[in-house]
């Protein structure tokens, strides 16, 4: 196990030289013998049903081996589900149209460019209805979505003796309140997606961008009804995940079904555009938040109303209330509603720290409406509402230091310079504003499994079926690798993203370390165990027939009664290949007695044109309460794409969809507009050194979401700060500051 003294190492990725030569695989990359090229129809109307669909010319184009769409499917069992494939429905199963840009076939060709022109071909008849594809102000015919996360849709903590969250806000000696609205938003990874499906004998060999190889093969086996033991997935490295590759979605489901019926692999690779409909957003939202405070700022009611959208096509919508205002801040009384809109829009997915991202920005961006209303600095209200004790389960934190993180982020950041009168500070033609805002992200921690191998060459790999979407696992698991086993980085191999490997339910909630991190030690503990079982058993070894207590491990090498034993010599002098052993790893019963959640401080200075309104960010300072950080390069990374993540909520990101025909106006990245270098400023980013072992052994918790939280709330308090101006709804552009 990792001795808590250990100091946070800092190495570049395992996997960096295979990235920058082209050497790492991606699912398009893989070469595979006589694959065939499909491309997705996609639907140009967003609600309706098809009437018909004439393929004749598309049959006849060059290439072509076949056209699948509802009136000649592939087959596809079960009815879809949102956790599992995205959407309540399997695509070509049926001629409804659910939304603009559905998957209503695919056409199968010997190169990608013949079945994308013979796709073009392909005349389709719709008896369309009009769509409802806007989240109306004031949200009328909104459905309470059933239970969010195990918690009722409406959640309410009142103090002793109050009747309703509305007498207790009307009782308080101060009161805020305002409208938060935010687009859908897209997850845009560098990495479009991609499957190739190869069957041989009944079994099938899936290549495919995936955070979960473990869960497309639920996914792929169910409906391809086949056993999960004929379904391998592969997924050594993905560019980019945020969440839209945890579900199967449709292309693997085609291409698979295709290949099978064809007799040959079929690989599709969506174009940027498809990735817009087919593989997920986050919803839109409205946000309704008040907040009752006493004159001294405390916090006596909080009261938060979220609508989000969701598809009729089903979808795993975005539930901001439950996930932010139910912890963030002491308050007596807390009522938490939630809502869903219904539209024919594409279907809603997990986007990177879902409900955190969105409730973060109402709950921050009200939080310093009281601070201005109060005349009490943004950070002395934070703390001053610090939570020790996690509403509604009255259990306290394992280990939370947003207090420290305050503090040391407002020194890093020389806050106490600031003038908190907005608009007081110009620097030529620019006004220049500093502002705040908490980051949160819960410790999420799964089951894993990790299995370890001491090799006759000398080296030892640590396998596990997990992801690396860029996050850095690969480098992580080499080094808990190294630690756990005493032997230099360069001696272990590290291996993941393929379902055959040790049993791991992959890449989400941040919670990919927290949960591999503590296999990594158990599978070198049970590992070293076999060495010794085995050096003592066999009679070829020279530590043959010692009691395994007298045998002790150190650094690679086992030792007893004066002799000493490396691996290698000792798997040679035995003849065997190798010596390997899973080890476990998972939360226990003690979990339930905390809360376990990462905290941060944002603080950001951004500077907007007094002529233009442009806004412009000028330096950004993140303070991260993560537990332990096992590499802090990757971790840093991690961080500072989570605040690249928030400056593309906070100003530029957001689904143009045409109103009258449900269509995404923008879906390409052109018009689509991302954070580029230019839009990022020097990003300061520490972390806390405050392992929280009682989450797990390691002390790590997770920071593949956090870094995003808050930020949109930070920059829109500065953009306050600067002009006086308080937007509430994202993204901030230019025409909103004039
Ligand atoms: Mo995350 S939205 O759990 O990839």
């Known amino acids: 196990m990792r001795d808590p003294a250990t100091r946070t190492v800092s190495v570049n990725r395992v996997d960096g030289r295979l990235k920058v030569t082209g050497g790492a695989r991606y699912a398009a990359d893989q070469p595979v013998a006589g694959v065939a090229h499909g491309h997705l129809v996609l639907s140009t109307v967003a609600r309706g049903t098809i009437r018909t669909m004439d393929v004749s010319a598309a049959e006849r184009a060059p290439g072509v081996l076949a056209v699948f769409t509802p009136f000649r499917p592939v087959e596809l069992r079960g009815s879809g589900n949102p956790f599992s494939v995205g959407h309540s429905w399997l695509p070509l199963q049926d001629a409804e149209v659910r939304y603009h840009g559905q998957a209503i076939g695919v056409v199968i060709a010997e190169t990608f460019e013949q079945a994308r022109d013979a796709a073009a071909l392909i005349r389709t008849g719709y008896d369309a209805r009009p769509p409802a594809a806007s989240l109306p102000g004031g949200v009328p015919g909104a459905t309470d979505p059933g239970p969010i996360m195990g918690e009722p849709a409406r959640l309410e903590f009142l103090a002793e003796g109050v009747d309703s969250i509305d007498a207790a806000l009307a009782a308080s000696e101060v009161t805020v309140s305002g409208r938060y609205t935010q687009p859908i938003k897209h997850h845009s990874a560098m990495e479009p997606h991609a499957s190739i499906a190869a069957w041989q004998d009944g079994q099938l060999t899936l290549w495919s961008g995936t955070q979960s190889t473990t869960l497309t093969v639920g996914a792929m086996a169910a409906a391809l009804g086949v056993t999960p033991a004929q379904v ?401 390069k990757t971790a840093r990374s991690q961080i500072v794409g989570g605040v690249i993540f928030g400056i593309g909520q906070a100003l530029l990101e957001g689904a143009q969809l045409e109103p009258a025909t449900g269509r995404i106006a923008n879906a390409n990245l052109a018009d689509y507009l991302l954070p580029v270098n230019a839009d990022v400023p020097p990003i300061d980013v520490h972390f806390l050194d405050h392992p929280d072992i009682l989450f797990n052994p390691l002390g790590a918790r997770g920071i593949g979401e956090i870094g995003t939280v808050g930020v949109a709330a930070a920059i829109g308090n500065a953009i306050h700060h600067a002009t006086g101006r308080r937007v509430r709804d994202l993204p901030i552009t230019l025409d909103k500051l004039l």
């Not at 817009?276 to 907040?291: A, C, D, K, M, P």
């Open 232 to 632: 391998r997935v592969v997924s050594p490295h993905v560019g980019g995940g945020f969440g839209n590759k945890i579900a199967t979605w449709a292309h693997p489901l085609l291409a698979a079904a295709a290949a099978r019926v064809l007799n040959r692999p079929v690989k599709i690779v969506l174009t940027r555009e498809q990735t817009f409909t087919i593989t997920g957003n986050r919803s839109g939202l409205e946000q309704v938040v008040t907040l009752g405070a006493r004159r001294d700022g405390t916090l006596v009611a909080v009261k938060h109303q979220a609508y989000a959208t969701q598809s009729a096509s089903g979808g795993t919508f975005e539930a901001p209330a439950h996930t932010t205002s139910r912890y963030l801040y002491r308050s007596e009384n807390i009522h938490l509603d939630q809502r869903i809109v219904t539209l024919d829009i594409p279907p809603p997915t997990w986007m990177r720290a879902p409900g955190q991202e969105s409730g973060s920005f109402a709950l921050e961006t009200a939080l310093d409406e009281l601070a201005i209303r109060l005349g009490v600095d943004p950070v002395t209200l934070r703390l001053r509402n610090n939570a020790t004790i996690y509403p509604g389960r009255n259990v306290p934190w394992s280990s939370k230091h947003l207090d420290e993180c305050y503090r040391v982020g407002a020194q890093r950041f020389g806050w106490d310079r600031r003038n908190p009168a907005p608009r007081s500070k110009l620097d030529g033609d620019w006004l220049v504003g500093t502002g705040t805002a908490t980051a949160n992200y819960p410790g999420e921690r799964f089951p894993a499994s990790v299995r370890i191998r001491f090799r006759a060459d000398g080296t030892v790999t640590v396998d596990s079926a997990t992801a690396d979407l860029g996050t850095g696992m690969w480098t992580v698991l080499a080094v808990l690798g190294s630690e756990s086993l005493g032997l230099p980085l360069d001696r272990i191999r590290p291996d993941l993203g393929d379902s055959t490997l040790a049993s791991n339910i992959g890449a989400f909630g941040s919670g990919a370390t927290a949960s591999t991190g503590p296999a990594v030690a158990a599978a070198a503990e049970a590992a070293i165990a076999e060495l010794t079982r085995v050096a003592v058993t066999h009679q070829d070894s020279p530590l043959y027939g010692v009691p395994v207590e007298e045998v002790r491990y150190d650094h690679g090498q086992l030792v007893a009664d004066g002799t000493r034993i490396g691996f290698r010599a000792l798997l040679g002098a035995l003849h065997l290949d190798q010596v390997e052993a899973t080890g476990n790893a998972g939360p226990g019963p003690e979990h339930g007695q905390h809360a376990f959640t990462s905290f941060g401080a944002h603080f950001c200075e951004v500077r907007v044109n007094r002529w233009t309104g442009e806004p412009r960010l000028s330096r950004i300072t993140t303070v991260v309460d993560a537990g332990a950080i096992i590499n802090s």
